[in-house]
């Protein structure tokens, strides 16, 4: 099944880590960007709605939004509840965001999202400790 993806931020976060996406591996197809509450776009259920809604029914919607809570999640929550073909994944980083678009995307979208917010490679590091750890690793 193919995939069409959606980066919603506030601000300009989607378009900024889109454009570091698009920098790093080139265009990718069937992508749109959310940013919320800058440009006159303050209706998210409108917004998001909208986004959903203009997606083929036989396409996986993923869905990638910045803040766990915050008022974009979840207007996509209440889309990812009411609609099997929609996928939400929040928290995002440029990481996360790379991995997926290199993905397989005749791989499982469930499957795949599940094992890649699980990904220790996607997480935030803190490199003053990983710096620590290699030096220590080393001797």
């Known amino acids: 099944m193919n995939r069409h993806y959606i980066i919603a931020s506030h601000a300009h976060f989607a378009k900024g880590l889109y454009e570091s996406v698009k920098l790093l591996v080139g265009e990718h197809a069937d992508v749109d960007i959310l940013n919320a509450f800058v440009d006159g776009n303050d209706d998210i259920e409108k917004e998001a709605l909208a986004l959903v809604d ?78 620590i750890v290699e030096e220590d690793e080393t001797f």
Not at 54 to 82: H, Q
Not at 102 to 128: C, G, I, M, Y
């Open 54 to 131: 203009a997606c083929s029914a036989n396409v996986d919607v993923v869905v990638l939004t910045d803040l766990m809570g915050g008022s974009i999640n979840n207007e996509f929550t209440k889309l990812m509840l009411s609609r099997k073909n929609v996928y939400l994944v929040t928290n995002i980083n440029l990481p996360l965001v790379l991995t997926l678009f290199l993905s397989n995307e005749t791989e499982d979208t469930a499957n795949l999202l599940r094992q890649l917010v699980a990904d220790n490679d996607v997480h935030p590091k803190f490199v003053n400790d990983v710096s």
